[in-house]
């Protein structure tokens, strides 16, 4: 434990797949973790299975879509640890699966309240913070999703592409303020919200292993991998950029 010794990280959807693995990474590096979902079962077990391994991590309950829950959200990280070093703003669902003309409101008005209000609502808080003490990292998941078409899911294509459009803002709004900010743009990932996919349409899961040239789906493990890079000092002069973790998906 060297990258993160002794700092305060932020993880949301920290409950479940990538947002879990990527929790448990930063605490085996040493960081104090403040684990976030708006699954409090789920977030609690992230929690208490870095407490089982010695690490440090506290569960804060928090619907990203609601500002006075991240509000208070961050002030408990603060309240907490002192200060918020890193923050992974993870937390994002997917549930379309029709073309365009055959979306309804309420699903647009869902994705976009959790996956762009929320990281929005995020970054708006945490970055104060980071103002406040002088500095930080800021990593954000989008997808593939964020950087090219996504047939069947066009309102999670613009979910994506609306995080990617933020975090290039905010990197060059807030770089003169020690502030880093970067997106994760995942491919197909073996997740609980992939498996809901498949078991949706089985018939779709050989395929999509098939749209990565490395010819599988991609382990929640691989982009919390990365998202613990960009938040280290390794990727000190990385700044609005959108890194593809995507077995070459999005290369071809
Ligand atoms: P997951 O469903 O396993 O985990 C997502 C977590 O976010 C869950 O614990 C859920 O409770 C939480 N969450 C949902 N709405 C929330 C809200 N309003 N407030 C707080 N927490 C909330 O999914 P995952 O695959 O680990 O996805 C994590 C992120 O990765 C998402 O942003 C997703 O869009 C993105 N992503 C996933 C894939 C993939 O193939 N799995 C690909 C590209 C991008």
Same mark, same amino acid.
């Given at each position: 434990?060297?990258?993160?010794?002794?700092?305060? =990280?932020?993880?949301?959807? /920290?409950?479940?797949?990538?947002?879990? /693995? /990527?929790?448990?990474?930063?605490?085996?590096?040493?960081?104090?973790?403040? =684990?976030?979902? =708006?699954? /409090?079962?789920?977030?609690?077990?992230?929690?208490?299975?870095i407490r089982q391994a010695g690490g440090e991590a506290v569960f804060i309950r928090a619907d990203v879509s609601k500002s006075l829950d991240v509000q208070a959200l961050v002030a408990g990280v603060v309240e907490r640890y002192g200060r918020l070093?890193?923050?992974?703003?993870?937390?994002?669902?997917?549930?379309?699966?029709?073309?365009?003309?055959?979306?309804?409101?309420?699903?647009?008005?869902?994705?976009?309240?959790?996956?762009?209000?929320?990281?929005?609502?995020?970054?708006?808080?945490?970055?104060?913070? +980071?103002?406040?003490?002088?500095g930080g990292v800021i990593v954000n998941t989008a997808s593939v999703a964020g950087l090219?078409?996504?047939?069947?899911?066009?309102?999670?294509?613009?979910?994506?592409?609306?995080?990617?459009? +933020?975090?290039?803002?905010?990197?060059?709004?807030?770089?003169?303020?020690?502030?880093?900010?970067?997106a994760v743009c995942p491919g197909i990932i073996r997740t609980p919200m992939m498996d809901r996919a498949i078991e949706r349409e089985p018939r779709r899961a050989k395929a999509m292993e098939k749209v990565h040239p490395i010819g599988r789906l991609g382990e929640a493990q691989e982009i919390a991998n990365a998202a613990l890079w960009l938040c280290s000092?390794?990727?000190?002069?990385?700044?609005?950029?959108?890194?593809? =973790?995507?077995g070459g998906l999005t290369a071809i």
């Open positions: 434990a060297i990258a993160f010794d002794g700092k305060a =990280v932020l993880v949301t959807g /920290a409950a479940s797949g990538i947002g879990r /693995a /990527a929790a448990l990474s930063f605490a085996r590096e040493g960081a104090r973790v403040a =684990v976030s979902d =708006v699954d /409090a079962a789920g977030g609690e077990e992230t929690a208490a299975t070093d890193c923050a992974f703003n993870n937390a994002g669902i997917e549930i379309e699966h029709r073309p365009l003309a055959e979306a309804d409101e309420a699903t647009f008005d869902r994705i976009m309240n959790v996956n762009v209000k929320g990281v929005w609502l995020c970054m708006k808080y945490e970055i104060t913070q +980071m103002l406040a003490q002088g090219v078409g996504a047939p069947t899911q066009p309102i999670y294509a613009a979910s994506k592409h609306a995080v990617v459009g +933020m975090t290039r803002t905010a990197a060059a709004e807030y770089g003169r303020a020690g502030i880093r900010i970067n000092d390794s990727a000190s002069f990385v700044t609005g950029h959108q890194l593809a =973790v995507d």
